[in-house]
């Protein structure tokens, strides 16, 4: 038989999968439905990394497999076309962006069939056309409806750089995400999204199959903290101040309370001599990043207002200071200094001479900061606090709160760290904000039936760095008629976030050519949520988030019928170059392209699953690469060569190897998965196995190699197409085990395992657990007085 001709093979199956079209999914037949979905790319005018290639193959072998068992499987593809690297792209060819989108768009398409993928491209969704961010547009508006998206003047996160506000998301540790220049703050009116409001359940994860790292990410940054206001009199003042604490079992130990520069009653809180210092101070404080300010091994600053405050519980009059340790976009803005029992205010007190007076101890009767301890559950009493010393902390922590609110100086409060969502953004390359201000009427949404907003094409794109959007210098977009009262009317002219865009997307997958609506409920809530999800763990905070904050939204407006989006999400891991990070900075990406061209798309895929676990990633290596050649090779020989016959030996193996490359598929452990089909493959070899036999391998290499397989099968006279026949199923009674692992107990407690034959005999068992060496160490310890073996379950001594 010939050499096996990868290229020759991908492009003729290629081309048939396509003219059959047999990767398009009926929508209508969803009893078994499956919907595999994976995170869509954005197009740059890059090709397809090893990444993608990573990512989105495996991903596929699953979708394949699921097929293969019955599943009718949707597996859509699409592109997030709207944002910076489509935008900077067309910056620097010069190329508008609608056009070098869709070229790019049009060159994805096609290095997204090589990879062979059962993409349905029917469902396509290209979220930079019209067609599409009209019911983005419509999102928004179904929002603003709810209340749920207002504009608020605040100090933003801005990229001098790319000439744009970021989230914070997007600019975690002071610099913008994108380009890693230092953010500036800027105060700006922007349109925001109130995720905050969704807070709560966010938090529920009932019913979702994710990984623990990523709920643990979300939680973290939704960040909820229970805990109180308590409110603070301003001395000879109309004012009182809110201050936000976890632990008011320390307010008897309050000695200072500091307010935020930035908080908006400060300017009356400042004494006339005090005034030059404090303003001084603010303004340096406007220059560092939240992190810097935050940063703990950063020095503590402030400066006396010369207001005091005064402590509801005993009447103390406390002093108010100036602090940039203390943020006013958390809590109130305004902290009370406990030196005693927190780090921060202690470097304060310290620094500044203010009292340290303890409040609380912990069992043994020792002082502590509340840094060093779960402050939730914490154990000590209570001291030096009035009416509440000697109480537990923690129920006096109730208590006080009681009181407080009772005597109106307080209450409990749930605080969370997630912010609002703000989609502003300064570009022109995105779906623009459909609102129009009127003299007369206001601010006034587009009306449904006049969606598309749409991005006028005759608009010098690029920013002028002005902080206006590109939109703004376009009078013809600008200039409109009110929607109300059809007077003279200005659009909004900033354009939403892309991850606006990417929140809802999968949702119109499966209503894709709708016109008159985004989606139709019936459609979804057959179809959705996403049976499985798999994407980079980037995500974690923002996507992620936001998809299921706009999910969940529209089911509470009852657009569709489901909670979540996503029932099982798995990331991929990354792949590394000599255990860096491939990047084209370091200069150490490998393409694909040309291993593609060399060993075919199969062999590509394979060899990338093969490198590690899915979810780890590797570290790649040329040379690798060969192994999988030759396995291929070998597959081809086996399949084209003389039927032989293994007998009962190699039907067992047979069914062995239907079992571990099923489980191993199911747990996208396809490293393993390849692994266990060579063994077969060197055994099938050596003894030959039948066509019946033959057969089952190229099924199971199908999902892994679908190519190889299709081919494969055809050439065993199989019918059209490998992948609408029933997956193998193996019989349980030929792949039980000759031999088990069974629990060695001591005293109750398993101490061990062993291996051993099914059928091994009590003296053998014996003998291969003191064997052991953790069992002998427990052994030696005492007398054995009894020795218990029941075959195929456990062992156990009870040693005296
Ligand atoms: C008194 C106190 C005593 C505090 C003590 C801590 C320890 P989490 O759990 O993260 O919510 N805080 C409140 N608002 C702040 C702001 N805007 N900027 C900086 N710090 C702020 O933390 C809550 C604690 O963070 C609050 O409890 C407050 O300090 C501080 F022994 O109040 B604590
Ligand atoms: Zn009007």
Redesign the pocket.
């Known amino acids: 038989m010939a050499k096996y001709n990868a290229r020759g093979v991908e492009q003729k199956w290629q081309k048939k999968w396509k003219a059959s079209e047999l990767y398009k999914t009926d929508l209508s037949d969803d009893a078994q439905k499956y919907y595999n979905l994976v995170m869509f790319p954005y197009p740059s005018g890059d090709k397809l990394h090893i990444g993608h290639w990573y990512n989105y193959g495996p991903f596929d072998s699953y979708g394949r497999y699921m097929r293969m068992n019955g599943k009718n499987v949707l597996q859509p593809m699409g592109f997030d076309s709207f944002g910076l690297p489509a935008e900077n792209y067309a910056i620097k060819s010069g190329v508008h962006p609608r056009k070098s989108t869709m070229e790019n768009v049009k060159c994805m398409q096609k290095q997204l069939t090589d990879i062979g993928a059962m993409w349905d491209f029917d469902k396509m969704v290209v979220t930079s056309e019209p067609d599409y961010y009209k019911w983005t547009q419509w999102v928004f508006l179904k929002l603003y409806e709810k209340g749920l998206a207002y504009k608020k003047k605040a100090p933003v996160n801005w990229c001098p750089s790319c000439k744009t506000v970021l989230a914070n998301e997007q600019a975690q540790n002071g610099k913008c995400e994108r380009c890693d220049s230092e953010v500036e703050h800027k105060d700006l009116t922007q349109w925001f999204l109130k995720i905050r409001d969704y807070a709560e359940k966010l938090l529920s994860y009932e019913g979702l199959d994710w990984p623990e790292k990523t709920m643990l990410m979300q939680k973290n940054w939704i960040?909820k903290?229970t805990?109180c206001d308590v409110s603070w009199k301003v001395k000879d003042q109309d004012i009182s101040l809110g201050?936000?604490?976890?632990?008011?079992d320390?307010?008897y130990?309050?000695t200072f309370v500091v307010i935020?520069p930035e908080h908006p009653d400060l300017d009356k809180l400042i004494k006339p001599t005090n005034k030059e210092a404090v303003e001084k101070y603010i303004k340096e404080a406007d220059k560092k990043t939240d992190i810097e300010r935050?940063a703990e091994n950063k020095e503590k600053t402030g400066v006396p207002t010369g207001s005091y405050v005064i402590n509801p519980f005993n009447g103390d009059e406390i002093p108010l200071w100036v602090a940039d340790?203390?943020?006013?976009?958390?809590?109130?803005?305004?902290?009370?200094?406990?030196p005693?029992?927190?780090q921060?205010?202690m470097d304060f007190a310290n620094k500044y001479n203010f009292p340290i007076i303890q409040s609380i101890e912990g069992e043994n009767g020792e002082s502590f900061?509340?840094?060093d301890v779960d402050?939730y559950n914490v154990k000590g009493r209570i001291i030096n606090s009035g009416d509440f010393s000697d109480m537990d902390i923690l129920k006096g922590r109730k208590e006080i709160i009681k009181w407080m609110e009772e005597n109106k100086c307080g209450k409990g409060k749930i605080?969370y760290?997630l912010r609002d969502w703000l989609i502003s953004r300064q570009r022109y390359w995105g779906a623009p904000i459909p609102i129009v201000y009127c003299d007369k009427c206001g601010e006034v949404p587009v009306p449904e039936d006049q969606l598309p907003v749409e991005l006028p094409v005759d608009v010098e794109f690029k920013a002028k760095g002005d902080g206006k959007s590109p939109l703004f210098h376009s009078d013809s977009f600008r200039k409109t008629k009110c929607p109300e009262c059809g007077g003279e009317a200005e659009r909004e002219v900033d354009t939403m976030d892309t991850f606006m865009c990417s929140s809802w997307y999968f949702l119109r997958y499966p209503c894709n050519k709708m016109e008159d609506k985004p989606f139709d409920k019936g459609v979804l809530d057959k179809w959705l949520p996403v049976d499985m999800y798999v994407g980079g763990p980037e995500h974690a905070c923002m996507h992620l988030l936001y998809a299921r904050f706009i999910n969940m939204a529209l089911y509470d407006m009852g657009h569709i019928g489901f909670k979540e989006p996503f029932k099982r999400l798995v990331h991929q891991g990354m792949i590394t170059k000599d255990g860096a990070k491939m990047s084209k900075s370091k200069g150490n990406v490998v393409s694909p392209d040309e291993f593609v061209e060399k060993y075919g798309s199969d062999i590509f895929r394979m060899y990338l699953m093969f490198m590690g676990p899915f979810t780890e990633g590797g570290d790649w290596n040329d040379k690798g690469i060969t192994g999988i050649a030759r396995f291929v090779e070998k597959v081809w020989g086996l399949i084209g060569g003389e039927d032989g016959d293994s007998g009962a030996e190699g039907e067992k193996m047979l069914n062995k190897l239907i079992k571990k490359v099923s489980g191993d598929i199911e747990k996208m452990h396809f490293n393993t998965a390849v692994a266990a089909l060579m063994e077969f493959v060197n055994f099938a070899k050596k003894s030959g196995i039948g066509k019946a036999a033959k057969k089952t391998v190229a099924q199971l290499i199908a999902p892994l190699a679908p190519h190889l397989a299709e081919e494969s099968w055809e050439v065993l006279g199989g019918k059209y197409s490998i992948f609408d026949q029933k997956w193998p199923e193996y019989d349980a009674a030929m792949v039980v085990d000759d031999t088990v692992t069974i629990g060695v107990q001591i005293n109750g407690k398993v101490r061990g395992e062993i291996e051993i034959a099914v059928d091994a005999d009590q003296e053998v068992a014996m003998a291969a657990a003191k064997k052991n060496q953790n069992v002998s160490k427990y052994l030696s310890e005492g007398k054995v007085v009894k020795e218990i073996y029941v075959p195929g379950k456990i062992v156990g001594f009870v040693v005296k």
């Open positions: 960040g903290s805990g201050t936000f604490t976890t632990t008011v320390t307010v130990g309050v935020s935050m340790y203390v943020l006013m976009n958390y809590g109130t803005g305004v902290v009370m200094g406990v005693a029992h927190d921060r205010d900061i509340y840094d402050k605080q760290r």
